[in-house]
């Protein structure tokens, strides 16, 4: 079993920056593949990233590709979202996931359903 709890959340004006954080306890995070997913009010929730075991292969959404970067750190045991750019449709409760299964392809990765452990979310808001 996996907990995640993330940070790093909050009010931030268009064009600036944020890192969220997502700290795994357990000592088998390097095992799983882990995810960033986003819910605005009134809208499904949507893919955002993911990387896998190693760090070494990452997958983006194409709303995102080029101002987001996911990393992790396996000796920390927490996978990082970097957001720079941000815009007002950014908005959400953001929520880190993990996975145990190994993805081959951008879309296996995008699935929510996928993703067996999931942290409780932190809210960034972007304004205009």
């Known amino acids: 079993q996996v907990q995640l709890v993330e940070s790093g959340g909050g009010l931030v004006q268009a064009g600036d920056s944020l890192r969220l954080s997502c700290a795994a306890s357990?000592?088998?995070?390097?095992?799983?593949?882990m995810g960033w997913f986003r819910q605005a009010p009134g809208k499904e929730r949507e893919f955002v990233a993911h990387?896998?075991?190693?760090?070494?292969?990452?997958y983006y959404a194409d709303s995102v590709k080029g101002r987001f970067t996911i990393s992790r750190d396996n000796a920390k045991n927490t996978v990082y979202l970097q957001m720079n750019g941000l815009k007002p449709e950014d908005t959400a409760v953001y929520s880190c996931?993990?996975?145990?299964?190994?993805?081959?392809?951008?879309?296996?990765?995008?699935?929510?359903?996928?993703?067996?452990?999931w942290g409780q979310g932190t809210q960034v808001t972007v304004s205009s």
């Open positions: 990387i896998n075991r190693s760090g070494g292969s990452t």
């Open positions: 357990g000592r088998t995070f390097s095992s799983y593949s």
């Open positions: 996931a993990a996975s145990p299964r190994v993805f081959s392809s951008s879309w296996s990765a995008s699935s929510y359903n996928q993703y067996n452990y």
